[in-house]
């Protein structure tokens, strides 16, 4: 008896014993509580800077914990951060919170990744957030990204080939070209076609190679005619794809292609060497113009549409998650929030000229307050925003990539083109139906 006694003792201690160690290692050895951070942006540019100062605020105003923020820079279409990201998954060894583009978090959600973050916010908290930036962050009813700025691509233009081709610019009693005054499908081909006599090369310039920007840049001409990729499941494409308001714009960009307005291949710094009299770009472009293209006259022209009532421009970034891997959910959760807290907005607003993710910032914005960036600000607030949250999200943006790609090639019809690109979505979506 006296041995049994002394056993169960031996265990009971040796169980607490591996509690301790166990709890320990948890909290890194010494007490502290540490949350592991991974950003896609290099420790010197304003966005890394940003993190890694609101990371240092969220120590110190929280004792007891550490915060390691790692820079881990993407490339190209968001390897080397991306491929490090998966890796971890695929070894269940995700940090508490990552980086990731705000359209894979329906694909994130489905493979129960990530954290839902209203589950321990305040709806006070998420209600300071901009709309858009919830809308992009959630999957049904839960938050799970959030994101301090947004993003809303304009189209640029240069002045003097508007005018030495006679193009009158629309513009309201201020003499801006609001999105009142945006062209139509028809019209922004009648004045490509000016420029193009004027110009004797393609005028417009936009990026045919299969990317993800065809769905981030190029989606939104899809929705400016009421039409659709997949259905609200993510998944169906039958009556979406190719129904025919979403054929119609497939066909005006095909003419764009076919008439010579576009350029099949890719044509480097074209606008900024005014190659190029109207362009597709990031916004981020508007910085670079000024910088190091100071003599060239551009200015910004809203999104063409094909249905009045439609319109529609792009939006989005990268937001902030945190992961289903913490320890510390709610921790993790309240470190989402201080990194796209209202300070970061500013911060982000001051270094980079990004548009401010907090509504009551949006007032007192000094760098949206005129045009032609409120252009850019008002896309975001008052158009569609139809970008499909799907759990094949990537499949879906490949098969736009590819539908585009075949345009510029001409390597079939507009109808061949769907045909495939459909077979190819259809394929995957049917692991999930």
Not at 123 to 146: E, N, P, R
Not at 312 to 333: D, I, K, M, Q, R
Not at 387 to 396: D, G, R, T, W
Request: glycine share 6%.
């Amino acid at each position: 008896m006296k041995k049994q006694l002394a056993l169960l003792m031996f265990l009971m201690i040796g169980s607490i014993l591996v509690a301790c160690s166990d709890a320990e290692s948890s909290t890194g050895g010494d007490g502290v509580k540490e949350l592991e951070v991974w950003v896609h942006v290099p420790e010197d540019e304003p966005e890394g800077k940003n993190y890694a100062e609101r990371a240092k605020e969220f120590e110190e105003s929280h004792e007891g914990v550490k915060v390691n923020v790692e820079h881990i820079v993407k490339t190209g279409e968001g390897s080397g951060y991306n491929d490090r990201v998966n890796a971890a998954i695929t070894a269940g060894e995700l940090p508490d919170v990552i980086t990731l583009e705000s359209v894979y978090t329906a694909s994130y959600v489905d493979s129960d990744l990530l954290l839902p973050l209203n589950d321990y916010l305040d709806q006070s908290t998420l209600d300071s957030y901009l709309d858009t930036v919830i809308s992009a962050g959630s999957v049904d009813d839960k938050v799970y990204a959030l994101q301090s700025f947004d993003l809303s691509a304009p189209v640029f233009y240069n002045v003097d080939l508007f005018e030495d081709a006679g193009i009158e610019v629309p513009a309201d009693e201020n003499g801006n070209w609001t999105l009142d005054e945006a062209w139509t499908y028809d019209e922004f081909l009648e004045n490509s076609k000016k420029l193009k006599e004027t110009m004797d090369e393609e005028p417009v310039n936009m990026i045919p190679d299969n990317s993800g920007w065809q769905m981030y840049a190029h989606s939104p001409i899809i929705f400016a005619n009421d039409g659709q990729i997949v259905g609200e499941n993510g998944l169906d494409t039958d009556g979406y794809l190719n129904s025919e308001n979403t054929m119609e714009a497939l066909t005006f960009m095909d003419t764009l292609f076919k008439e010579g307005i576009v350029s099949p291949t890719l044509r480097e710094n074209a606008f900024a060497l005014e190659k190029a009299a109207i362009s597709f770009e990031g916004p981020w472009m508007v910085d670079v113009l000024n910088s190091e293209y100071p003599d060239l006259n551009w200015s910004l022209m809203p999104y063409p549409y094909g249905k009045e009532g439609h319109q529609s421009a792009p939006h989005g970034s990268w937001y902030v998650a945190g992961t289903n891997s913490t320890e510390y959910p709610e921790l993790t959760a309240e470190l989402v929030a201080h990194m796209t807290n209202k300070d970061s907005a500013k911060t982000m607003e001051a270094e980079a000229g990004l548009i401010p993710g907090h509504k009551d910032l949006l007032e007192a914005s000094e760098t949206y307050s005129e045009y032609p960036r409120k252009l850019m600000l008002d896309q975001l607030v008052q158009t569609e925003h139809l970008k499909p949250k799907s759990p094949i999200f990537p499949v879906l943006e490949d098969a736009l990539g590819d539908i585009v790609e075949g345009m510029a090639l001409d390597s079939g019809s507009v109808e061949d083109l769907v045909a495939d690109a459909m077979e190819k979505i259809d394929r995957e979506a049917g692991r999930f139906q």
